[in-house]
């Protein structure tokens, strides 16, 4: 094994005590660190590879941030305000000059009040309890298996 994939291992080693993984990334990680502690030097990439993939895939598999916010009552106001708002850019058109800048601010106003209608319907579609309360494997410690081979790969490096 060369320095640089001894200090890279070391490195790894370190990383992996602390990590808190899902079940079938730990197992992943055993078989690296197994092909590994056999002597397959190659597999310290693979390893690295599996770790920082594994974090990600935790970073971004738990519940989201804004998955507690309530949702607001609907209301009819928002397509008003869409409407005012094209009726005061079309004014302004026809104080501009009328004419082709008139047509262009008409259809600037037509489409700020369909934004604003479309707003008000799909901000508050209800959604299905079974697609936000899906059970998520949650990340566990590092294994008692996992953890004795990291310890024998240490004190082997």
């Not at 990680?29 to 590994?36: G, N, R, S």
């Not at 895939?57 to 309530?70: F, L, Q, T």
């Not at 959604?127 to 566990?140: D, F, I, K, R």
């Not at 410690?141 to 240490?154: C, E, F, K, Q, T």
Request: charged share 20%; hydrophobic share 45%.
């Amino acid at each position: 094994m060369t320095p640089e994939q001894q200090a890279e291992l070391a490195r790894l080693l370190s990383e992996v005590r602390s990590l808190r993984l899902q079940p079938r990334d730990w197992d992943a990680v055993d078989e690296h660190l197994a092909a590994i502690e056999d002597g397959d030097d190659g597999r310290v990439e693979a390893l690295s590879q599996q770790v920082f993939e594994a974090r990600v895939r935790g970073r971004y598999s738990g519940p989201r941030a804004g998955g507690d916010v309530v949702a607001t009552k609907q209301t009819s106001v928002l397509p008003v305000v869409g409407l005012l708002c094209g009726g005061l850019l079309v004014a302004v058109g026809a104080l501009l000059g009328g004419g082709l800048i008139l047509v262009g601010i008409v259809a600037l106003g037509l489409f700020v009040f369909g934004v604003a209608f479309a707003g008000s319907r799909v901000a508050h579609r209800r959604t299905t309890p079974e697609a936000s309360e899906a059970p998520q494997e949650q990340p566990v410690p590092i294994p008692d298996a996992v953890a004795l081979r990291v310890n024998a790969l240490g004190r082997r490096a």
